[in-house]
T-cell receptor
Framework: RKEVEQDPGPFNVPEGATVAFNCTYSNSASQSFFWYRQDCRKEPKLLMS???SGNEDGRFTAQLNRASQYISLLIRDSKLSDSATYLCVAGNTPLVFGKGTRLSVIA | GAVVSQHPSRVICKSGTSVKIECRSL??????MFWYRQFPKQSLMLMAT?????????EQGVEKDKFLINHASLTLSTLTVTSAHPEDSSFYIC??????????FGPGTRLTVL
């Protein structure tokens, strides 16, 4: 199975910090890309889709580099409530999930 | 976002018994649903793809006779863990595909086999 690789972390950052997560995917035929957020012992929830042109949703910015097969997520002005595991997702059907990057935002 | 429900949320059973988990898409029709399993601190592992009206497609290493999947309608898929053993204890999560490849997840079922 093609893989999605991401740094497991944890990333421990203070409130208000900017933090970036990266991931790489190995299947060049992947067409769909997402970031999901998963809280402890909960199901993953869609955070945002990722497009080649880049997209922004409030404090969150996602970027896709198809040539390098690289996806990123930038979180600005981190909040305590951003603490979670962020799953990088690539693929077609079915989607392939990375193992997640754990973020802890500290007061 | 779309809503997917899953029942039960938690189940404890004895070794050797069978457990059925239901996954429902509440506000959309899902021709494809997916079943995942997640062990502690591990990533989601796809078990099978469930297509309405046809047999499920199982991932390598997943026993189809042990994990029975039925997708009888556009809003319901069920996973039955047959003759459960302690090593089957895990977090089972279903998801439903709404459009393109966006998947919405159910809240998960935590299975503990004693």
């Amino acid at each position: 199975r093609k893989e999605v690789e991401q740094d497991p972390g944890p990333f421990n950052v203070p409130e208000g910090a900017t933090v970036a997560f990266n991931c790489t995917y190995s299947n060049s035929a992947s067409q769909s890309f997402f970031w999901y957020r998963q809280d402890c012992r909960k199901e993953p929830k869609l955070l945002m889709s990722v497009y080649s042109s880049g997209n922004e949703d409030g404090r969150f910015t996602a970027q896709l580099n198809r040539a390098s097969q690289y996806i990123s997520l930038l979180i600005r002005d981190s909040k305590l409530s951003d603490s979670a595991t962020y799953l990088c997702v690539a693929g077609n059907t079915p989607l392939v999930f990375g193992k997640g990057t754990r973020l802890s935002v500290i007061a | 976002g779309a809503v997917v429900s899953q029942h039960p949320s938690r189940v404890i059973c004895k070794s050797g018994t069978s457990v059925k988990i239901e996954c429902r898409s509440l506000d959309f029709q899902a021709t494809t649903m997916f079943w995942y399993r997640q062990f502690p601190k591990q990533s989601l592992m796809l078990m099978a793809t469930s297509n309405e009206g046809s047999k499920a497609t199982y991932e390598q290493g997943v026993e189809k006779d042990k994990f029975l999947i039925n997708h009888a309608s556009l809003t319901l898929s069920t996973l039955t863990v047959t003759s459960a053993h302690p090593e089957d204890s895990s977090f089972y999560i279903c998801s439903a595909r709404r459009n393109h490849d966006t998947q919405y997840f159910g809240p998960g079922t935590r299975l503990t086999v004693l």
